[in-house]
């Protein structure tokens, strides 16, 4: 489309507008947030129906579940996957490497989600594809990401590892940097799959940080922008900011369904796929640090799964009264709204001190 467009620019000057990738951005966020408020009641009416009696709550889980979220449909991920492909089909420069890559993982995890729900909700389980098979797939999709990523970009930045605070300090890593690459893609997968896990608690944040990546992704593409506020240029990652503001429309379109009392689950399929999304610009921009900050509410709810878990291996007792710690706070009483908003202000605090780290140098 923007070829096609550029033949006529000569022409018809008001078609340069096409040009400009704040323009483009803004047309992906109206465009998918509009495909999400048009179709999202259908593709739930389908789910809905091809589901039965809905996504299986865990019987482990916080008992209140079992009657609040019984027979609420999942997959709710494909009605965000769904407007974030066309918005950005429409309105992103398909000619971008950068933006295949991203799409790339983004499918591929929105795949094994999918499956891994299909089998939940087929067997009414809420165990679906085994651990190690997830994993070992969504490292290899990560993996074939992260050499494209180095592959595209300029020696020696597209093998390093950049530091937020400082201008120049970069770590070479030659080839083990795929290696932290598909970690940072697969972890930001998982993360933010973990987070998932009341209504509303996971797509804000992740519209909290797709806003803050598409700012990055913006002025590290621009070479006069990187260059006044001293961080590393990379060529060609300004046309993520598109993707970016996909998230942020098709998100508010999901939320208008997922606000509690939902009418439909995000699940795995769009879980997963967001936050391998999330990764892989993370690693496309050279901050995959910066992720951890702006991203740190799923990188909380991880982590207490993991000390959960040692902790309870190692000692036999149990650090939180339930993990994910969402779950743990709702053993200590809080209501699901109190908990949903709190969090919400904590991501948002923690992406503003992620971008501050664009002009502390």
Known sequence: MLQWLAEFQGSVPAVNVFRYITFRTGGAIITALLFVFMFGPAIIA????????????????????LLTKKGTPTMGGLMIFSGLMVATLLWGNLSNPYVWVVLFVTIGF????????YLK??????????????????????????VVIMHVGREPLSSSLAFPFFKDLLLDLGWFFVVLGAFVIVGAGNAVNLTDGLDGLAIVPVMVAAGSFGMISYLSGNVLFADYLQIHYVAGVGELAVICGAIIGA?????????????????DTGSLALGGLLGTIAVATKHEIVLAVIGGLFVLEAVSVIVQ????????????????????????????????????????????????TLKLR
């Open 121 to 146: 909700v087929t067997k009414q389980t809420h165990n679906g594809l085994s651990g190690r098979a997830r994993l070992a797939i969504e490292a290899l999709i990560a993996g074939t990401a992260a």
């Open 46 to 65: 389908l789910l809905r129906l091809k589901q039965g009696k809905g996504q299986p709550i865990r019987t482990d889980g916080p008992q209140s579940h």
């Open 251 to 267: 998100g508010i379109g999901f939320l208008w369904f997922n606000a509690p009392p939902a009418q439909i689950f995000m699940g």
């Open 309 to 356: 878990v040692a902790s309870f291996k190692l000692t036999g007792k149990r650090v939180f009264k339930m993990a994910p710690i969402h779950h743990h706070f709702e053993q200590k009483g809080w209501t699901e709204p109190q908990i949903v908003i709190r969090f919400w202000i904590i991501a948002v605090v923690l992406a503003l001190i992620g971008l501050s």
């Open 110 to 117: 929105g795949l094994i989600g999918f499956y891994d729900d």
